[in-house]
């Protein structure tokens, strides 16, 4: 099979906003505890943050982490995860039914990201709680002192303001499984009373309202219609969430739910753009897609093990196990991104730790990166600067959930320093190689400084604890610059290629 591209220096999408390779650490299976944190573990530092998980999320750039949740955050009380350790209350997690023990709160989170480099993103709980308790949670973090609030904060060891820049209006308001679930309606004046309360507070900050929990909810897209007109001037993104599996076993279908992501932002824009007409207004609200991955290898044997265990303390949670297959697939989701990098301006890769997580930790034992970890490390450490548009024309195929899904899926970003060029390329074909040729115009004298892959004869291998290095990215050679300035090569079937040209 033959594929041939174009793109051209000048041909811009969008500056990409580094946020889109963020992910979510939520209190939930073993995610923050024997996650995160371990006192105790030979890794752990003074605090009980694991020093080998805080390497690896060093080691991604990670740009920002939303917390604490996801579905738990509707029945949190922040407040008990403050103050001295032994006086914070075990709680019931209605979401998960599991104990909280309360061990770590927000006042932890900040200083685990403080140590893992990363901008903290603050959910909060517009469930069972509401804008008293929003707004007492935003003094606590970000008032200097001289308040009930901001004093409590300084008396419990803190007195710089965490200085949190970035608020989540609640969590997937529109899912009925929510804890306080509302009606879109309910939910959009709610939303708004908030956000306004919070740029009173400080008119910098910024919010994002709940989209849909996926776009097969009966109420998509006209939830974000309704949540948009009552907050469309108070707001600055909509949050939408999507996990993706292969049900099926048919790789190429499984591929192909990439366009399923991107006919989503492409519908929410478009809800988006008639609201901002429908007010004459000048702002322009963004998408903050906050929770999204594969999920579906142990999606249902979880499920029942919920609804039949006894409020177990941190049990393992959706510890998905990811395979290459995974790998090059989430390569493609974040090319969307890329591509759609016009709309999207945050991105969370749900989730970070133990739960469906490029990073597993055994507890009292080593941690160890997943096959995802590779595709979203590298778009996140080359994939900052401005999205080019590449024009490319491929070989098809048809499938259940589409027709004519290129072979090919490429992105190109043209790096902050001007100069250099990531390419992230995938072959979706799972028998055949693929010849590839990209004029790259406005790069002529460019060379291939790095070329990075993800292949193997078997889709279905992955990592484990014992073989931590079955799916790590091997060295490409079969990629060039020729005199004319066309890069050229072959991509193997069933693979993931980082290309860096300077
Ligand atoms: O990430 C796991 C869960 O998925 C989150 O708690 C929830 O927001 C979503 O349904």
Request: aromatic share 10%; net charge negative.
């Amino acid at each position: 099979m033959r594929a041939k591209a174009t793109l051209n220096r000048e041909y811009t999408i969008s500056t990409v906003d580094k946020r889109v390779y963020g992910s979510f650490l939520e209190h939930m299976g073993r995610a923050v505890y024997t996650g995160i944190y371990e006192p105790g573990h030979e890794k752990a530092d003074a605090d009980g943050f694991r020093s080998d998980v805080l390497e690896m999320v060093r080691d991604l750039d990670m740009p920002i982490v939303r917390y604490p949740g996801g579905n738990f955050v509707s029945a949190y009380r922040w407040e008990d995860g403050i103050g001295p350790r032994e006086e914070r209350p075990v709680r019931l997690d209605l979401a998960w039914r599991t104990r909280e023990t309360n061990q770590v709160g927000v006042n932890e989170f900040a200083d685990w990201a403080k140590r893992a480099g990363t901008e903290m993103m603050l959910a909060m709980n517009l469930g069972s709680r509401g804008l008293d308790d929003a707004r007492n949670f935003l003094e606590y973090c970000n008032h200097p002192g001289g308040t009930y609030w901001s004093d409590l904060r300084a008396k419990h060891g803190y007195k710089d303001p965490h200085n949190v820049r970035i608020w989540c209006l609640g969590n997937e308001m529109d899912g009925p499984w929510q804890v306080g679930h509302k009606s879109a309606a309910e939910y959009g004046h709610l939303a708004n009373e908030v956000s306004k309360a919070f740029k009173y507070f400080d008119k910098t900050l910024e919010t994002v309202v709940c989209g849909s929990s996926n776009d097969k909810m009966k109420t998509y897209p006209e939830w974000e219609a309704t949540v948009l007109d009552a907050s469309y001037d108070s707001v600055d993104y909509i949050s939408l969430h999507k996990y993706f599996g292969n049900e099926e076993q048919d790789t190429l279908n499984y591929y192909a739910k990439a366009i399923d992501l991107d006919r989503y932002i492409v519908t929410i824009g478009g809800v988006i753009d008639y609201i901002k007409a429908k007010k004459r207004s000048k702002r322009d609200v963004k998408i903050c897609f906050d929770e999204w991955n594969v999920w579906y290898h142990d999606r249902k044997q979880d499920g029942e093990r919920i609804a039949s265990w006894d409020w177990p303390e941190a049990p393992p949670l959706l510890e998905e196990l990811y395979n290459l297959e995974d790998a090059i697939f989430v390569g493609s989701l974040l090319n969307v991104f890329i591509r759609r990098s016009d709309r999207v301006k945050i991105a969370c890769m749900a989730q970070l730790v133990n739960v469906i997580a490029p990073i597993l930790t055994k507890a009292g034992g080593p941690a160890w990166r997943q096959s995802i970890y590779y595709p979203l490390q590298y778009a996140s450490k080359y994939g900052r600067g401005t999205a080019l548009n590449v024009v490319a024309s491929s070989p098809t195929y048809d499938c259940e959930v589409a027709q004519d899904v290129p072979y090919l899926d490429l992105s190109a970003v043209l790096q902050e320093d001007g100069k250099s060029l990531a390419i992230f390329a995938i072959n979706r074909s799972i028998d055949e190689p693929l010849d590839l040729t990209i004029d790259l115009q406005g790069f002529k004298r460019a060379k291939v400084v790095q070329h990075q892959m993800l292949e193997g004869e078997d889709l279905k291998a992955r990592n484990s604890v014992d073989d931590q290095s079955r799916i790590v990215p091997k060295a490409g050679k079969a990629l060039a610059v020729d005199d004319a300035g066309t890069l050229v090569g072959t991509l193997p079937p069933r693979s993931y290629h980082f290309v860096l040209l300077s």
